[in-house]
C-alpha cells in the first residue's frame, strides 16, 4: 500500500511545530474523556460509536465548507481521494475491533495493545507514505511503551485476557495506526476540515451497518444519555479528531501517533477526576514515563509551508 502524494500541503502554512504540538496535546486530551461520555451515553457499545461520529459531522460540515477557500473542485470529490476513504475505513475498524477487545479480554490488557498503534506507525510509515522516522521519535516511542505498562497494565489485577480479545486489541492498533497514515497522506493536499469530515462520512456508514448487525440498545432512554453522546460527538470526535488532522498537516505520522500515550495518560486524569478512581504510584510514575518520551520526540522541525 502507498499513499504518497507528490502534491505539497496547502493547508497548513502559518502553523509552527508548537502550535501543532499544542493542538496535537489538546486533541489527546478531547479524545481521552470519551470513555467517562460512553459510560453514560445508556446505549449498546456499538452504537456509542455510531453516533460519535454521526453527531459530529454537522460541526464538520460547516468546519469545512468555511475553510475551503478557493478550492475548485466540490468538497465531495474528496470522497475519490484513495487515502480518505481508507482513512474512513481503517477509524471504523479501530473502534469496532477496540469495543470487541474490551468485550473478549481486560480493559488494561485491550488499552495496552491499543496503544502499540505507534509501533505500526514506525514500521510502515517510510514504505506507505515516504516519511522517515527519526532516530529521536524512535527513542521516545522506546520511553512511551513501558510507561503505558506502568499506567495501564498495573490495574489488571489478577484476570487473565482472552487470546481472542488480546487479537482484537492487537488489530485495534493496526488499525489506527493505518489511521494516522492515512490522514497523515490526505493531509499533504486537502484541508483539515475537508479531511476530518469526509473521512468521518465514510465511517459513519460503516459504524451504522456494524450497530445495526449487533441489535444493541440504540437510542438512549434519557436526556442525560442524549447530551453525553452529543459531547461524545462534539468534544471527543469533532475536537479530538479534528485537532488530530490539523496537526497531521504538520507533525509527522509518527511523532502524531504518540498521542495515544498522551491520550492514555489523560484518560487516567480523567478517570480520577470524574469516576474515583485512584492513581497509584506506579501508574503516575508511567505517566511521568510517558510525557517524558514524548518531550523525548518532540520535533525540532521547521513549520511546513
Not at 77 to 99: E, K, Q, T, V
Not at 188 to 202: H, M, R, V
Not at 275 to 293: D, K, M, R, S
Request: glycine share 10%.
Amino acid at each position: 500500500m502507498s499513499l504518497r502524494s507528490p502534491a505539497p500541503p496547502t493547508a497548513v502554512v502559518g502553523l509552527s511545530v508548537a502550535a501543532a504540538l499544542a493542538l496535537l496535546v489538546l486533541g489527546a486530551m478531547a479524545m481521552a474523556i470519551s470513555p467517562v461520555f460512553v459510560r453514560q451515553s445508556e446505549v449498546g457499545s456499538f452504537a456509542s460509536a455510531f453516533w460519535r461520529v454521526a453527531l459530529a459531522l454537522p460541526l464538520l460540515l460547516a468546519w469545512a465548507l468555511a475553510t475551503r477557500g478557493s478550492a475548485t473542485e466540490p468538497l465531495w470529490a474528496g470522497l475519490r481521494r484513495p487515502a480518505i476513504l481508507l482513512s474512513g475505513l481503517f477509524f471504523s475498524g479501530d473502534l469496532i475491533f477496540w469495543h470487541l477487545a474490551i468485550a473478549h479480554t481486560t480493559i488494561a490488557s485491550a488499552t495496552f495493545l491499543a496503544c502499540l498503534a505507534p509501533l505500526w506507525v514506525a514500521l510502515l510509515s517510510r514504505f506507505t507514505i515516504g516519511e522517515a522516522v527519526t532516530r529521536r521519535t524512535m527513542i521516545g516511542l522506546g520511553i512511551c511503551v513501558p510507561g503505558a505498562g506502568l499506567l495501564i497494565l498495573h490495574s489488571a489485577g489478577d484476570g487473565s485476557g482472552q487470546w481472542l480479545g488480546d487479537l482484537y486489541g492487537v488489530l485495534t492498533s493496526f488499525f489506527f495506526g493505518l489511521y494516522f497514515l492515512t490522514v497523515r497522506s490526505a493531509r499533504k493536499d486537502l484541508g483539515a476540515g475537508a479531511t476530518t469530515f469526509l473521512s468521518t462520512l465514510i465511517t459513519t456508514v460503516i459504524l451504522f451497518a456494524a450497530a445495526a448487525i449487533a441489535a444493541e440498545g440504540f437510542l438512549p432512554p434519557t436526556a442525560s444519555g442524549a447530551y453525553n453522546l452529543l459531547a461524545l460527538g462534539l468534544v471527543s470526535h469533532a475536537g479530538g479528531q479534528g485537532l488530530l488532522t490539523v496537526a497531521l498537516g504538520v507533525l509527522s505520522a509518527s511523532f502524531s501517533s504518540l498521542v495515544i500515550f498522551v491520550e492514555a495518560v489523560a484518560a487516567g486524569l480523567f478517570g480520577w477526576l470524574f469516576a474515583g478512581e485512584a492513581l497509584v504510584p506506579l501508574q503516575l510514575a508511567g505517566g511521568a514515563l510517558i510525557l517524558f518520551g514524548v518531550w523525548v520526540a518532540r520535533p525540532r522541525a521547521a513549520p511546513v509551508a
